[in-house]
């Protein structure tokens, strides 16, 4: 399956749509393809996440099975199969092996719970197909399928199958190959259904999108840094007889040729502006919207844009307006005559109105200044007070703004507002709007500013375009006393040109004027409360705070002692009976600090505060140590009254630095004196030091200044052959925490030095590495002379063993060659035995020196060579006997292994003369299995060997024969320590047990 990303046509849509006016479709198609977008995007990501998880265990399981299909023969397949057996199941997809026939090779649990075939048995792939029919969907797909393949088995298939519980298996099969033949058949199957569906939705919502898309009546295009269309959609191109195929591809500069203005438009765009024009193209009018496109520099790689077509809407413009004036001026006409007979009964109306309004305006004045003067007996703070006001008034006058903001550095910071829904709400400082200086001499008359329009008023002209971005055209204002050196605002704003009313300038001035008093009045209130406040809190930290607080008078020579709180008593044991009145003296004592002393005294003197750190002493006469700050006290006249010294007890921390600097010490004499070169660096790919022991200089001659002032010092320094190395495992740390390596460096005398390097990385703080540094040179040359030794002596080894191979080979050819010169059978026959002996320990030695591992043997291998030679010496008895082989893959020392050899040696020469008459058929078989054993580092080994000849005679007892072979075989057991037991049921069985000590790698 290829990865699944987002069409480049359809990202390029979502960044036209997000930079749009929300006026190109109907609310429900805009939020329609917001939301389809979102849904392909979370879709994506999670499919590509999930593919890639999965195609890496794909891979992986193939890799397993392909390695399993290159073995030499059937028999090592299925051992290989066998083995990775365990890797299979850990891979999430299932996966089936099968031959030609059929015949399942292999399979892990995975398959089995996909098809449902947990408690099915099975012998071949169309036992699994039987038992899942009745879980497809369409089971007969499935099965023409699979004929395919058995049909064709060089063919590989991949299908989507369908489950009724909901599912979708994705089933890959491909031929299985060894040695470029085809053996059989791989098939892998996946859970898709999430992906499945996903990607049915991500079809389905493409659609949709671009259904939405290409019926709205707009053009959506997108232009390259180049001036080449890169997308044209939308339903608009209908109107100009134009196709997507006939933008995309082509130049601005050669389309619109004939349209200066066009591509005057479009190189603004492409320099890095927004822009919108209106544009007749063909007959036809558009609304065109345009927005560079900018890439993760900030550069300019294109645009995109929105035309939209408002020929209609223009045509019906024009048609209203024609109709709108004709309508005017009929009304024009109707109206003056109205106005002539209304003019005199308006004015006696208008009269009486004023009357009542004043009166009305006035009364309502009246119960704003009334309920505010209720929430200040109420206790109101000065917030809530300013709140109210605003809200009452807003009451007043619902159809304007009404605001209070003071004044800071030549803006307006507004404390609250109160407005209707359509005009904005405003709050903290207004940005952009900075107070002339004419503004500013309007407000300080402190008389109400009635301006009706603030685009005729030259005072407000360089403000006027912040104000209208505020909907305030008309504002009446007047000054308030905030604070005592901050003057607020309170003021009406009006979305249109307005003439203020004489009720609303009056009803401004009073509240203005009682706001001004009574603010004054609960500032003062509020500060004397807080300093109450202050004061408590200040008592309470001086009476329960845990450092001890003293307080003198303000004799700078002989100060006494007037004030001392709990902590003071409980950390020198004194009472306040017993210091009040004395001088701060009885606290020293003959290890006191005098200098420390003096400089108290001087900033006495002086006036000023101080910190020392002295020692002074308890009650009882023990020392402690004090940081001691002691700070003047002055009246509002400047006049020194007392001096405050608040005392905290340091002792603990004192013995810590003691104790640390010791340490320090210690610490870096170590460091000194250790043969590792301790460093930090940084855990990045130049190694830059931040630290290096004091020893580096005498391990490779450099001074320490040059590894910390030059970043790459340590790394340029490296051998480039082990850089490499180097950096990988600098690279994993983040991951291991910690790593070892050993790497060549350049010493300062020019040679190169064997170090090695122990690092671990830590992440408390900051995050650097620390490690330790070892010069190995004389271990790496003394493992290469080991080295150079152990291969001598290896060579040596193995010329030991062909020699004594070829000398038991003389041996054997020379018993051969004497019993050539004798007639008697019988001692030929013992001639032949001794030769078969001699050869079976010459196999040992022959296998040993062609062993990579001269200590071990490949006891299998010699088993079946052994036995080979024996068959071919008994060639006249062997003929109708077969051999049967069940050995583990075993490797057994020679001391192990010329024992066993020689007893396999004997059984089978017994079998094969004794157990069969001549000519009949029979069987051979010889097995050996080893077995851990846990309490002890060794293995126990089970050696069998049978046959189903006559059986051995039930008069005689094997231990206790004249047999020259089984007394050989029970004197080779007892050598191994092991024990034999016979069983002759049907034929003669042999079982032996012996133990050898592991081996060790």
């Known amino acids: 399956m290829h990865q699944i990303d987002a069409p480049p046509t359809l990202t390029q849509l979502r960044d036209l749509l997000n930079r749009s006016d929300t006026n190109l479709a109907e609310p429900s198609t805009i939020e329609l393809l917001h939301s389809t977008f979102t849904q392909l995007e979370s879709t994506i990501v999670a499919l590509q996440q999930e593919l890639r998880q999965e195609r890496a265990a794909r891979q992986q399981a193939e890799a397993a099975l392909q390695n399993a299909t290159q073995r030499n023969d059937s028999t090592g397949l299925k051992h290989s199969l066998e083995l990775t057996q365990a890797v299979l199941e850990s891979i999430t997809d299932g996966l089936l092996a099968i031959d030609c026939d059929g015949k399942i090779l292999s399979l892990n649990q995975k398959f089995r719970q996909q098809w449902g075939l947990l408690d099915h048995p099975m012998q071949n792939d169309r036992d699994s197909v039987k038992a899942s029919c009745e879980l497809l969907v369409n089971p007969e797909a499935l099965d023409q399928q699979i004929e395919a393949e058995y049909a064709d088995f060089e063919i590989e298939n991949r299908a989507v199958i369908q489950f009724k519980d909901g599912r979708f298996l994705e089933r890959f099969s491909k031929p299985l190959r060894l040695n470029q033949i085809t053996i059989g058949r791989v098939i892998s199957t996946r859970d898709i259904t999430e992906q499945y569906c996903a990607q049915l939705a991500l079809t ?109 809407q223009r045509q019906a413009e024009r048609a209203l307006y024609r109709a709108k004036q004709d309508l005017e001026v009929r009304v024009a006409a109707r109206t003056a005559e109205l106005q002539a007979s209304n003019i005199n009964l308006q004015r006696e109306i208008n009269q009486r109105r004023r009357i009542e309004q004043s009166l009305l305006e006035k009364q309502n004045c009246l119960e704003l200044l009334n309920r505010l003067s209720q929430g200040t007996t109420a206790g109101l703070s000065v917030e809530a007070l300013i709140k109210l006001a605003i809200d009452e008034t807003a009451q007043l006058f619902p159809e304007v703004r009404v605001l209070y903001g003071v004044i800071e550095s030549r803006q307006i910071k507004v404390l609250h507002s109160a407005q209707r829904d359509e005009m904005p709400a405003l709050t903290g400082i207004l940005e952009g709007l900075y107070l002339t200086p004419q503004y500013l001499a309007l407000v300080a008359e402190r008389n109400p500013v009635l301006i009706e329009d603030v685009l005729q008023e030259p005072a407000l002209a360089s403000m006027s375009t912040e104000m209208l971005k505020r909907r305030t055209r008309a504002i009446a204002m007047i000054a308030v006393q905030h604070t005592a050196d901050q003057i607020a605002i309170l003021s009406l704003n009006a979305a249109y040109p307005k003439q203020w009313s004489f009720c609303e300038a009056q009803t401004l001035t009073e509240v203005s004027n009682y706001l001004s008093i009574v603010l004054q009045k609960i500032r003062a209130q509020e500060e004397r409360q807080k300093a109450e406040e202050r004061l408590k809190l200040f008592k309470s930290v001086v009476i329960n705070g845990n450092d001890a607080v003293i307080i003198t008078n303000a004799d700078v ?30 606290l020293q004592g003959e290890r006191t600090d005098r200098a420390q002393l003096a400089r108290i005294r001087e900033a006495m003197h002086e006036g000023r505060a101080i910190q020392v750190e002295i020692m002074n002493y308890r009650k009882d006469g023990s020392e402690y140590w004090a940081d001691l700050n002691i700070v003047p006290i002055s009246d509002a006249r400047g006049t020194l009254t007392h001096f405050v010294a608040l005392q905290r007890d340091i002792t603990d921390r004192k013995w810590s630095e003691r104790a640390l600097l010791a340490t320090q010490a210690r610490l870096k004499y170590l460091l000194s004196s250790s043969p590792s070169v301790i460093y930090t660096c940084q855990p990045k790919r130049n190694r830059a030091c931040t630290f290096v022991s004091e020893n580096i200089t005498r391990q490779l001659g450099y001074e320490i200044w040059q590894y910390l002032k030059d970043p790459h010092f340590w790394i340029d320094h490296i051998h480039p052959e082990d850089l490499p190395n180097v950096l990988e495992h600098l690279d994993r740390l ?12 350049l010493h300062q005398d020019g040679s190169y030095r064997w170090l090695r390097d122990d690092m671990k990385l830590l992440s408390d703080q ?67 035995e001794s030769q078969n002996r001699v050869s079976a320990m010459a196999l040992i030695h022959e296998k040993l020196y062609q062993s990579e591992d001269l200590a071990k043997t490949n006891f299998s291998e010699y088993i079946q060579s052994l036995v080979t030679a024996l068959f071919r010496s008994y060639s006249a008895h062997s003929r109708a006997i077969q051999l049967r082989l069940d050995v583990q893959d075993v490797r057994l020392s020679i001391d192990t292994a010329i024992p066993c050899g020689l007893i396999i040696n004997e059984l089978v020469s017994n079998a094969l003369k004794y157990a069969f008459p001549v000519g009949e058929p029979g069987e051979i078989y010889i097995k050996l299995q080893a077995q851990e054993v846990d309490a002890h580092e060794s293995l126990r080994y ?16 094997f231990r206790n024969t004249k047999s020259l072979g089984l007394q050989l075989v029970c004197s080779l057991i007892r050598q191994l320590r092991g024990e034999i037991d016979l069983t002759s049921n049907s034929g003669v069985q042999y079982t032996m047990c012996f133990m050898e000590q592991k081996i060790r790698v």
């Open 204 to 312: 389905e919502s493409e659609r949709l999108l671009r259904t939405v898309v290409t019926n709205t009546p707009t053009i959506l295009y997108a232009i390259d840094q180049h001036g080449v269309y890169t997308l044209a959609e939308g339903k608009g191109l209908d109107a100009i007889n134009l196709k997507s195929s006939d933008l995309v591809g082509k130049s601005i500069y050669e389309f619109y040729r004939e349209f200066p203005n066009i591509i005057q438009d479009i190189d603004h765009v492409l320099s890095g502006e927004e822009h919108r024009s209106v544009l007749d193209f063909g007959g036809v009018t558009f609304d065109n919207r345009a927005t560079p496109l900018y890439n993760a520099q900030h550069q300019v790689v294109g645009m995109i844009g929105v035309a939209t077509d408002v020929t209609a």
């Open 557 to 586: 020579d002989e100060p006494k002692i007037s004030y001392v709180n709990e902590a003071f008593i409980e950390s020198t044991g004194y009472t306040p009976e017993e210091v009040i009145g004395k001088t701060p003296h009885i």
């Open 734 to 745: 983040t991951e291991t925490g910690g790593a070892t390596c050993e790497y060549r460096f």
């Open 766 to 832: 900051s995050v650097e590495v620390i490690g330790s540094v070892v010069d190995i040179s004389d271990r790496k040359r003394a493992e290469e002379q080991i080295r150079a030794s152990l291969q001598e002596k290896e060579v040596m080894l193995k010329e030991i063993h062909h020699r004594v191979k070829n000398n038991l080979q003389v041996v054997s050819s020379l018993l051969k060659l004497q019993a050539g010169y004798i007639d008697d059978k019988r001692i030929v026959e013992v001639f032949k």
């Open 942 to 957: 089970q050696l069998i060997v049978g046959d189903n000849g006559r059986g051995f005679p039930s008069d005689l007892d």
